[in-house]
């Protein structure tokens, strides 16, 4: 079967060259290692986009990683009113915005043929909210590539790590490790999304056992925090109490997963108790402190992306 997958074909060649995993693509590579042909394209927000990729590849199926949906109304709505008629399914990682755009939402979301989660509470709340039929979704389970981590070899190092860049709150995380006195590494980019972390390594100069590395906003440097993560005693994750909308810090989760590390991370919501029940989820200071002294760790790797795309194949089919 051919497959169009919209996204990030770049992520592909990194996947290729080794240096990121595949859960990275939610499934597409796996569709590919089943047999079928994936055709890899840029998603834009060119309105004609989608329709000048299905004219030209003619693909039996459309496979959308991240919906955003103005960067897919108008192959959506074709597929709505009947003109387009190939199956689409498609990741939705965010609960539909409510208010004026409802009836968009709920419009477009319905042309689906399946819509994959994230997070069951995600899954619920776009049911509850009437966005999309309760029949056409479910939460495959996405999680670490398994073939990616076993190639890593892991030690258990005397510091803690964080990596993430999305909406991660590092002024609780300083004021934490300045009074534990824990050795800290904080990777991040300069900025992610309205967050600016500019004067990150200024602010943690004089605390002598954290330090701050800053990286380009690009794939290409998971390589290296890969490998210090897998030295690391332990992940963290400090997410904005103020940002808890979604499941931010998943990602951090499969990595804390794949590589078999203890995590840190701050109770999220729309993270499964399930997925975080071997970790230690944490909302105060004081338990990031308590947590910091006394680690759990993590017994099994209940999630992969393989057993994800066994969870999705029933889906992946032509009309």
Same mark, same amino acid.
């Given at each position: 079967?051919?497959?169009?997958?919209?996204?990030?074909?770049?992520?592909?060649?990194?996947?290729?060259?080794?240096?990121?995993?595949?859960?990275?693509?939610?499934?597409?590579?796996?569709?590919?290692?089943?047999?079928?042909?994936?055709?890899?394209?840029?998603?834009?927000?060119?309105?004609?986009?989608?329709?000048?990729?299905?004219?030209?590849?003619?693909?039996?199926? @459309?496979?959308?990683?991240? #919906?955003?949906?103005? *960067? &897919?109304? =108008?192959? +959506?709505?074709? %597929?709505?009113?009947?003109?387009?008629?190939?199956?689409?399914?498609?990741?939705?990682?965010?609960?539909?915005?409510?208010?004026?755009?409802?009836? @968009?939402?709920?419009?477009? #979301?319905?042309?689906? *043929? &399946?819509? =994959?989660? +994230?997070?069951? %509470?995600?899954?619920?709340?776009?049911?509850?909210?009437?966005?999309?039929?309760?029949?056409?979704?479910?939460?495959?389970?996405?999680?670490?590539?398994?073939?990616?981590?076993?190639?890593?070899?892991?030690?258990?190092?005397?510091?803690?790590?964080?990596?993430?860049?999305?909406?991660?709150?590092?002024?609780?995380?300083?004021?934490?490790?300045?009074?534990?006195?824990?050795?800290?590494?904080?990777?991040?980019?300069?900025?992610?999304?309205?967050?600016?972390?500019?004067?990150?390594?200024?602010?943690?100069?004089?605390?002598?056992?954290?330090?701050?590395?800053?990286?380009?906003?690009?794939?290409?440097?998971?390589?290296?925090?890969?490998?210090?993560?897998?030295?690391?005693?332990?992940?963290?994750?400090?997410?904005?109490?103020?940002?808890?909308?979604?499941?931010?810090?998943?990602?951090?989760?499969?990595?804390?997963?794949?590589?078999?590390?203890?995590?840190?991370?701050?109770?999220?919501?729309?993270?499964?108790?399930?997925?975080?029940?071997?970790?230690?989820?944490?909302?105060?200071?004081?338990?990031?402190?308590?947590?910091?002294?006394?680690?759990?760790?993590?017994?099994?790797?209940?999630?992969?992306?393989?057993?994800?795309?066994?969870?999705?194949?029933?889906?992946?089919?032509?009309?």
């Amino acid at each position: 079967m051919k497959i169009l997958y919209i996204g990030t074909p770049k992520t592909y060649q990194f996947y290729k060259e080794g240096k990121n995993p595949s859960h990275w693509l939610y499934g597409a590579v796996e569709m590919e290692k089943d047999g079928h042909q994936v055709i890899w394209e840029q998603e834009n927000s060119n309105f004609l986009n989608d329709y000048k990729l299905v004219r030209r590849y003619r693909p039996d199926l @459309v496979f959308i990683p991240n #919906l955003n949906i103005r *960067n &897919h109304a =108008f192959l +959506l709505f074709l %597929k709505r009113i009947g003109i387009y008629r190939k199956p689409i399914i498609a990741f939705l990682h965010h609960t539909p915005k409510s208010g004026k755009t409802k009836f @968009v939402y709920s419009l477009l #979301l319905k042309a689906l *043929n &399946h819509c =994959f989660f +994230l997070s069951k %509470k995600t899954m619920e709340e776009t049911i509850n909210g009437g966005y999309i039929n309760k029949d056409k979704c479910s939460e495959p389970g996405w999680g670490p590539d398994r073939n990616f981590y076993a190639k890593i070899s892991t030690t258990s190092g005397d510091y803690f790590i964080s990596t993430g860049k999305e909406n991660r709150d590092f002024d609780l995380l300083i004021d934490v490790f300045k009074e534990t006195k824990a050795p800290l590494k904080i990777i991040t980019a300069q900025s992610h999304a309205g967050s600016d972390y500019t004067n990150l390594k200024e602010k943690c100069a004089p605390i002598s056992n954290i330090e701050v590395i800053i990286t380009e906003n690009s794939g290409e440097v998971y390589p290296m925090m890969v490998k210090e993560m897998a030295n690391a005693k332990a992940i963290v994750c400090p997410l904005r109490q103020d940002k808890l909308n979604y499941c931010v810090g998943l990602s951090t989760i499969a990595d804390a997963e794949g590589l078999g590390k203890p995590l840190i991370i701050t109770k999220n919501p729309y993270h499964s108790e399930k997925r975080t029940e071997n970790y230690n989820a944490v909302t105060t200071k004081q338990e990031w402190i308590h947590s910091i002294n006394l680690l759990k760790r993590q017994k099994t790797i209940d999630y992969s992306i393989q057993k994800c795309y066994q969870n999705m194949k029933q889906y992946i089919k032509p009309i």
